[in-house]
Structures are given as C-alpha cells and as structure tokens.
C-alpha cells in the first residue's frame, strides 16, 4: 500500500467517486458494481463512509448512446492508489458508462468519521426507483420483479390522467 509522503502517518485522504450506470442496469448489476466498489475500498485498507443510489436522470449529453443514467455515490477514505484500483475496476464494467473521483480532504483520522455503509443501505442503493421524467410524467408503475408485461392497464392510465390533469389546474 503506497503511502504518500506528505499524509500523516496513521491517516488516510478523503474522496468521493460518482459513476453512471447504464439506464437498463438492473438490481443484480448494481449490486455487483457496488460490490466490487466495495471489495477494492475494504481489501487496500479504505474504509467506506457513504453509499447512496441518487436514481435515474437525464444526461446533459448523450454518452454511448445512452441518453439517462443511474447515478451512484461513494464517500470513502483510503490512500494513494486506492482511487486508481477503484477506477480500474470500474473502467472493466460494461455497465459503467462513466465515473468522476474528487479528493475532499487530506489527514483524516479514519477512527473520527464514522461509517454509514452497512448491509442495509448497501442494499438500499442497488434498488432501482423510476426517474424523475416518469414520475412528473405519471408513468412509474412500480410493479413486481416478476412482473414484466407491458400490457396496457386503462385503470392506470385514467389515474395516470387524473393525476396529472389535477396538477395542471392547480
């Protein structure tokens, strides 16, 4: 594990990595990313502080022709190199269509920031919600993970309607 000369010793750097995925990624798929996000952080000595699922939205460009995409957020503390590791991985995943580290701090006491990355919220970010244009839209459905028809339901489509028409005449 690479130290680096001007860190105190016993400390570690601070960062945060946002990644995108791919807009069809599944539960499984984001699971896996996390989980080897993960893995690196734990297996060079990091420790990470915060994980969360920011959902699905729309991209200010088109990125491998990919028009939204789910963004995921990582607080973590580790030192130099961790964030090379980190970014190799996820440059290897399919899924991953993009990924942006920033160093937020520098001789952090790891045993003064607390971690809020447990399994519960570990399995709270791989959860997939319906981003923000189909919920303005009116069209999330949330339905189970068997149930994949698409089949045309008029009692959504008229509270669909309903719901929105009320919104325009507010």
């Not at 990313?33 to 990091?46: A, D, F, H």
């Not at 961790?82 to 991985?89: A, H, P």
Request: charged content about 35%; aromatic content about 8%.
């Amino acid at each position: 594990m690479a130290l680096s000369m001007r860190d105190e010793p016993g400390t570690q750097r601070e960062y945060e990595t946002i990644f995108i995925l791919r807009p069809d990624t599944n539960q499984d798929g984001i699971t896996q990313v996390n989980s080897r996000v993960r893995t690196v952080i734990e297996n060079m000595g990091g420790k990470a502080l915060k994980l969360d699922n920011w959902g699905k939205r729309k991209l200010a460009y088109e990125i491998k022709k990919s028009l939204k995409g789910i963004y995921m957020y990582w607080q973590f503390l580790g030192t130099t190199g961790l964030v090379e590791e980190i970014e190799r991985n996820l440059r290897m995943l399919d899924s991953v269509i993009r990924y942006y580290t920033v160093r937020i701090d520098e001789d952090v006491n790891p045993e003064s920031r607390p971690s809020t990355v447990d399994d519960e919220s570990f399995t709270k970010a791989a959860t997939t919600v319906p981003d923000e244009e189909e919920l303005v839209t009116g069209a999330a459905r949330f339905r189970d993970e068997d149930d994949d028809d698409d089949e045309f339901d008029p009692d959504l489509e008229e509270m669909a309607l309903v719901s929105t028409t009320e919104k325009v005449e507010d």
